[in-house]
């Protein structure tokens, strides 16, 4: 069965610092692999996507991922957290027909001063 | 821009109530989604739309029902609310060939 995991609910981090949020899915073909981010009382944006091609992919606001396909894993990561970069943060994998899409459970990052 | 809007963002409606979710996107879009979410639970796919009149039930479509008539407008129906059907609900919707969805900005439903 399609499952995506995000093993950490919550991570807090001081600004400047790394950051690395993990992502673990099971799919049965080849996925493709998305990273939203919701700030508070908001809907969903697309940070990032992987179709194909280079593992490595770079999105919005600073953020890149890279898709294992050994280790089944899409981690998002960012060099130095922002303030404003405090939100939930959601993986998910999608069908190539458009109509299949299964979301984690979500990593609240917390940003310190 | 793609743009997905909902009919409010914030709705309190009594226990009983026939509540009426609307949705509406404008990038002529095939499939449309409603989920509900829920903390510690994620995004969970109610049902989903993949073309006018067109309905699959997702994960957890009890208590819900959806009207699709016109292609841009996604309705989600709780026919007779109920306290645990407190929640922010979220649309959205993608098209055949555009693989990542389009969410918009949410509906927080309080049932009382």
């Known amino acids: 069965a399609q499952s995506v995991t995000q093993p950490d609910i919550h991570i807090t981090v001081s600004e400047g610092a790394s950051l690395e949020l993990r992502c673990n899915y099971s799919y049965g073909a080849t996925p493709y692999l998305f990273w939203y981010v919701q700030s508070p009382g908001q809907g969903l944006q697309l940070l990032l996507k992987?179709?194909?091609?280079?593992?490595l992919v770079q999105g919005i606001k600073g953020f890149e991922a890279e898709f294992k396909r050994s280790q089944s894993s899409f981690n998002l990561r960012k060099p130095s957290v922002h303030w404003s970069d405090a939100a939930e943060y959601f993986c998910?994998?999608?069908?190539?027909?458009?109509?299949?899409?299964?979301f984690g459970t979500g990593t609240s990052l917390t940003v310190i001063p | 821009d793609v743009k997905v809007t909902q009919s409010s963002r914030y709705l309190v409606k009594r226990t009983g109530e026939k509540v009426f979710l609307e949705c509406v996107q404008d990038m002529d879009h095939e499939n449309m989604f409603w989920y509900r979410q829920d903390p510690g639970l994620g995004l969970r796919l109610i049902y989903f739309s993949y073309d006018v009149k067109m309905k699959e039930k997702g994960d957890i479509p009890e208590g819900y029902s959806v009207s699709r008539e016109k292609k841009e407008r996604f309705s989600l129906i709780l026919e007779s609310a109920s306290t645990n059907q407190t929640s922010m609900y979220l649309c959205?919707?993608?098209?055949?060939?555009?693989?990542?969805?389009?969410f918009g900005p949410g509906t927080r439903l309080t049932v009382t």
């Open positions: 998910a994998v999608g069908a190539f027909t458009g109509n299949q899409f299964y």
């Open positions: 992987y179709f194909s091609g280079d593992t």
């Open positions: 959205a919707s993608t098209g055949i060939s555009i693989y990542e969805q389009y």
